[in-house]
């Protein structure tokens, strides 16, 4: 059975710094490309980020790009988001998902919350 | 960017069929999925790929995509079956994932 554990969202200032976790077991990881997901409080999903199995291509949200970097350690099974120049807007309900092109499993997310 | 409409809502009695609808230029060129979300939970997948249904995804859900428009079918509705339905499509352009705005199902 397919499992996705989010960590590291916690509530940080705008400019702040947050990297999130995301442990995947029951799949070959390795081979998997990952997504990441957010949701803003009573809003719909919006994509964030995509990685493929070997790390070598990357995709990212208009929203978000120059300041959150996805990466992952195959031989942990783990998947990363790091999180530069926090704003208030990115507050949200932070998912991984296993998947490019659609996210065929998703966590249970991790919260992350920006404010002053 | 390319961009999916839902309607915000829809109501069905229960064992009625639900057809809940997702537009977008030309989207029946593109493989349209379709996450389930209910209240406090994690979203999940139903259907893939226009209209093939995950391992234990029931009958019930089905779904079409031509022209304009997909639409997900939830053939006999239940209660349980209240939730979010979020179209999702891949876009190869410029490689980004692209979710429609959620439509809010609720079984009268």
């Known amino acids: 059975e397919v499992e996705l554990l989010e960590s590291g969202g916690r509530s940080v200032q705008p400019g702040g710094f947050l990297r999130l976790s995301c442990v995947g077991s029951?799949?070959?990881?390795?081979?998997?490309?990952m997504t990441w997901v957010r949701q803003a409080p009573g809003k719909g999903l919006e994509w964030v980020s995509g990685?493929?199995?070997?790390?070598?291509?990357?995709y990212y949200a208009d929203s978000v790009k120059g300041r959150f970097t996805i990466s992952r350690d195959n031989s942990n099974n783990t998947l990363y988001l790091e999180m530069n120049n926090l704003q208030v807007a990115d507050t949200a309900v932070y998912f991984c998902?296993?998947?490019?092109?659609?996210?065929?499993?998703w966590g249970q997310g991790t919260l992350v919350t920006v404010s002053s | 960017s390319y961009v999916v409409t839902q309607s915000p809502s829809l109501s069905v009695a229960p064992g009625q069929t639900a057809r809940i609808t997702c537009g977008g230029d030309?989207?029946?060129?593109?493989?349209v999925n379709w996450h389930q979300q209910k209240p406090g939970q994690a979203p999940l997948l139903v259907v893939y790929?226009?209209?093939e249904r995950p391992s234990g995804i029931p009958e019930r859900f089905s779904g079409t995509n031509s022209g304009n428009t997909a639409t997900l079918v939830i053939s006999r509705v239940e209660a349980g079956d209240e939730a979010a339905y979020y179209c999702?499509?891949?876009?190869?352009?410029?490689?980004?994932?692209?979710f429609g705005g959620g439509t809010k199902l609720t079984v009268l």
């Open positions: 029951g799949f070959t990881f390795r081979t998997s490309a």
């Open positions: 998902a296993k998947g490019r092109t659609v996210a065929g499993n």
């Open positions: 790929e226009d209209y």
């Open positions: 990685i493929i199995g070997s790390g070598s291509s990357k």
């Open positions: 999702q499509v891949w876009d190869s352009p410029t490689d980004h994932m692209i």
């Open positions: 030309n989207i029946g060129g593109k493989s």
